[in-house]
């Protein structure tokens, strides 16, 4: 005689799979913003951000402006792709929230406070875009 047991293990129910692929793209979306933001007022004006001269990672803070901005463009058009609940965009959305990470962490000591703000948001849209399975969202 065949039994049929049911999948071990936890999964999300729909309705929470779902509502985590929205927090996901909506904090990718305000992290992309803020990115773009931070991007700008590095560009525009260098005095608003704290400069320390002995820093291993040493770089002008007008690059450091390109890089979030860039970073936040992009976040930007990969989370309106998780608002379609594209696969590409959950593993660019992973990817590009690990570079976010990375790029603010490396960015610590002109903006401190900040960059832990960002680290923290981006955490969470990796968490949330990781624990949905495909077949849930």
Known sequence: MTATHPPHGRTADRPFAVGLMAFGAVMLMVAGILGILRGISAIAEDNVFLSTPNYVFAFDLTGWGWIHLSLGV????????????????????????????????????????????????????????CVVRRERA
């Not at 959950?90 to 900040?114: D, T």
């Open 74 to 129: 992009v976040a930007v058009i990969v989370s309106l792709g998780l608002f379609q609940v594209s696969t590409w965009a959950r593993v660019a959305g992973v990817g590009i929230a690990s570079l976010v990470i990375i790029a603010n962490f490396l960015s610590l000591p002109s903006y401190p406070v900040w960059s832990v703000v960002m680290i923290a948001i981006s955490g969470f849209i990796i968490w949330a875009l």
